[in-house]
């Protein structure tokens, strides 16, 4: 039995709230079971010296987990002078996982930054900051549409990603912070609304696991991510 009493299939209750932060370009709350993430896209002219004159742009992140984000205290990393290696492989793969989908061509040169803050933290916040950043960055590149500065958008399809994992010999979709820090399997599942894979991330933390088990869990993560792009479809509306 899970801790919340969720079948071993079932996502965690999943809510997106569009414009959250009425400053940016386009943002978006992503609220899984406990764990809630503020997603922002900002549109900045240029793009990074070894892309300049190209033709192109560029779609990169920031991510970030605050001080009161969970039971104890996260110092911030500014502080300490460095960001941490946890920290810029999240950020590498949330921007690996909006280009993916971002005919970074029909962008111009141009740079969107997205930011993703965890709030509130109980597993999954990559996941969740994917996820929720797709929708931000749907409607930032819809705002530049819709003001002439592009022609069309130049997203391609939707993207989102979820966890998975074998906790008591179970594999289980959308783990909770109770669930991942006792898991035999841990696994990151990314891939579009079309169904392709962008990346999978997962490790045994103790022990190892089988080809039964990798396919189990691929399964399991898809089928997860099929409900979170039909999430993202309703939230968008006619956008997507």
Known sequence: MRPDGREPDRLRPVTIERGFIRSSTGSALIRMGETRVICTASVEEGVPGWLRGRGQGWVTAEYGMLPGSSAQRIPREAARGKIGGRTHEIQRLIGRSLRSVTNLGRLGERTIWIDCDVIEADGGTRTAAITGACVALVDALDAM?????????P??????AVSVGIVDGEPRLDLSYEEDSKAEVDMNVVMTGGGRYVEIQGTAESGTFSREDLDRLTALGAAGVASLVTIQREVLGRRA
């Open 145 to 153: 549409v819709a003001t002439h500065a592009l022609e069309r958008s």
């Open 155 to 160: 997203m391609e399809d939707l993207v989102a």
